[in-house]
């Protein structure tokens, strides 16, 4: 996977060295509570290891799950996922429904700063696919203003992705 710089940021792959702070920021209610049809806190380091394995898995020189770090010291702030996003269906595990997914966690010492939108920023740029999506929950006015800083047009609830009901947004507009 390409590693991504900006004035303030640096992106790179997750490292299984990693785990203490992935442990630490996934391990917090207020970070996960909005991941997933099923929010779950990490418990110990081998839970964080094996999210590290999968988020590396998820790298195929285009999509791919980066680390986001603070560039003057290389400190560690969140994860930036751009990944194929699966479909709702009535057979587990769910399948993959050809689209393309961003989404963002950061630790919460890293909100507030501009540091989620820089990075969503910097993965949109290298142009992989025509239409990027993101879904959120309804309540979560934290990530909504991430996709409206992005420029993403909001297309309102949808249940199609990961037997959920969300909020959609596409870096195209409604066709
Ligand atoms: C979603 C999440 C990543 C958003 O983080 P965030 O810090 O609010 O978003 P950004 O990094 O874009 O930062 C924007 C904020 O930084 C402020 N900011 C401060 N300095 C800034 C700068 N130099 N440049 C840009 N913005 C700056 C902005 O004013 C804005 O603050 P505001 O929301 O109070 O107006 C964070 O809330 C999170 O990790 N939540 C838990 C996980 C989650 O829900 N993920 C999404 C699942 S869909």
């Given at each position: 996977m390409r590693e991504l710089t900006s004035d303030r940021l640096r992106l790179r792959e997750w490292r299984a060295d990693d785990a203490p702070f992935v442990l630490d920021m996934c391990s917090r209610w207020e970070v996960?509570?909005?991941?997933?049809a099923t929010p779950r806190m990490l418990t110990d380091l081998d839970d964080a290891r094996a999210t590290i394995a999968r988020w590396r898995g998820h790298d195929d020189g285009a999509h791919g799950v980066w680390s986001v770090r603070?560039?003057?010291?290389?400190?560690p702030l969140g994860t930036l996922l751009l990944i194929g996003i699966l479909a709702s269906g009535p057979d587990l595990p769910l399948q993959p429904s050809g689209e393309t997914e961003i989404g963002w966690y950061l630790h919460p010492d890293a909100w507030g700063r501009g540091y989620a939108t820089e990075a969503a920023d910097l993965v949109l740029r290298q142009?992989?696919?025509d239409e990027v999506i993101a879904v959120t929950y309804a309540q979560n006015a934290a990530s909504r203003a991430v996709c409206t800083r992005l420029g993403m047009h909001h297309l309102g609830p949808t249940d199609?992705?990961?037997n959920m009901t969300c909020e959609l947004f596409s870096t195209t507009p409604p066709r």
């Open positions: 996960q509570r909005y991941i997933g603070r560039r003057e010291d290389d400190a142009g992989f696919f199609r992705y990961y």
